[in-house]
């Protein structure tokens, strides 16, 4: 799930994962810094979440990896083929 607040030239946008069956760790990988991990914190719920505060205006490819190393698109974003066979999602601000 994404939930997106503008505010200027400045989006913040928070991502949410419900958690599946075994995930013990969920990291948010995204274009705006070259692909790396950012591990994504844990709520009592069990739900994992990541806030970025990202510029208006722009649009970036991303996706999370699960502890396991599984690929997952969001579902809320637009797909895209990435050059790995997957899918990326493609957020736009």
Same mark, same amino acid.
Request: aromatic share 12%.
């Given at each position: 799930?994404?939930?997106?607040?503008?505010?200027?030239?400045?989006?913040?946008?928070?991502?949410?994962?419900?958690?599946?069956?075994?995930?013990?760790?969920?990291?948010?990988? @995204? +274009? #705006?810094?070259?692909?790396? %991990?950012?591990?994504?914190?844990?709520?009592?719920? !069990?739900?994992?979440?990541?806030?970025?505060?990202?510029?208006?205006?722009?649009?970036?490819?991303?996706?999370?990896?699960?502890?396991? @190393? +599984? #690929?997952?698109?969001?579902? %809320?974003?637009?797909?895209?083929?990435?050059?790995? !066979?997957?899918?990326?999602?493609?957020?736009?601000?």
């Amino acid at each position: 799930m994404i939930r997106k607040k503008q505010n200027g030239q400045k989006v913040w946008v928070t991502f949410t994962v419900s958690p599946e069956t075994g995930m013990e760790t969920v990291a948010l990988c @995204g +274009a #705006w810094n070259g692909w790396s %991990d950012e591990p994504m914190k844990q709520k009592k719920n !069990g739900e994992f979440y990541l806030t970025k505060v990202l510029p208006a205006g722009s649009t970036f490819e991303f996706g999370y990896k699960s502890g396991d @190393g +599984a #690929w997952m698109a969001e579902t %809320d974003c637009t797909c895209v083929p990435s050059p790995f !066979g997957s899918d990326n999602a493609l957020l736009e601000l």
